[in-house]
Every structure is written in structure tokens, then in C-alpha cells.
């Protein structure tokens, strides 16, 4: 599922990515190139598909960005801190003193 998702947002991102550059700043763009206001998609209206496609597409990156962080895969295991510790197999404790020569007796 994870994996689905992370393909989904790959595709959202270049297709979020394509119609951004279709765009012209200054309101050219990919709806300069439709001059009169009589077509189908004339200036106005293609402006406005790609202002609705650039909302959209972003508003689904988000959500899939989302969905991608709930459905991340994680490990199901005891905790390691305790399995190691149990599997040691010593009889040492943590706390030891490896100092095997006499203390020294303070001097005054």
C-alpha cells in the first residue's frame, strides 16, 4: 500500500509540476497562445482549468503526502533494548568493577 501511494504521489508531483510551467506568470502562458474569446477554451477559460487543475493537484499531493506518513511500513519486534539484553547469555552485570588491584588507601 505504501508503495502505491509514494507511486501516486510521484505521478501528482510531475503532473503539479507540468501544469505550473504551463503557466505564465503574467497571465500568458499556455492561454496566450488562444486568442479568440469564442473557442471552447479561450483565454479566461483555460486559465481558470489550470488554476482549478494547480489547486487540486496540490490539494491531492497532501492528502496522499499524508496518507504515504499513516501507512509507512514498521517493524512488528519485541523491543530490541530488551531482546539483546536477554540474549546475552552473561551473568555479568552491567555495573562492574574490571579493577582487580587493592584499593590504595588514601593518604593524608
Do not use: C
Request: no cysteine.
Amino acid at each position: 500500500m505504501y508503495t502505491f501511494i509514494v507511486i501516486l504521489i510521484l505521478i501528482v508531483s510531475i503532473l503539479l509540476a507540468l501544469v505550473v510551467l504551463v503557466q505564465n506568470s503574467k497571465g500568458g502562458g499556455l492561454a496566450a497562445n488562444f486568442a479568440a474569446p469564442t473557442q471552447v477554451m479561450g483565454v479566461r477559460q483555460t486559465a481558470d482549468f489550470l488554476e482549478k487543475a494547480t489547486w487540486w493537484l496540490a490539494i491531492i499531493l497532501v492528502v496522499l503526502s499524508l496518507a504515504a506518513t499513516v501507512s509507512i511500513p514498521r517493524a512488528h519486534t519485541a523491543n530490541t533494548l530488551e531482546t539483546e539484553v536477554t540474549t546475552t547469555g552473561n551473568d555479568v552485570s552491567p555495573v562492574q568493577n574490571n579493577n582487580t588491584a587493592a584499593p590504595v588507601a588514601e593518604q593524608q
